[in-house]
């Protein structure tokens, strides 16, 4: 199991989850893995990669077809100056 140590929280936010892990009955450690656990159980990660996704968004654009200029050179090979 994994540790994980919050450095730099501000004195308000700590009193803020002093207070809510005692309304809950909780230590403020296990009200932080409640607090953890309902977040991210919430959105699972997503199965596509990032092309997937950056395609699957755009999609449903319509008429998002480009002209591409024609070409008036062949490609050619890299030339790699020393």
Known sequence: MATLTIRGLDDE????????AAQHGRSMEAEVRAILQDQLSSSPLPAWGLGSRIHARFA?????ELDLPS???????????A
């Open 13 to 20: 936010l700590h009193a803020r989850l002093r207070v809510r």
């Open 60 to 64: 449903t654009i319509e008429d998002a």
């Open 71 to 81: 070409r008036s050179e062949a490609p050619r090979a890299a030339a790699f100056d």
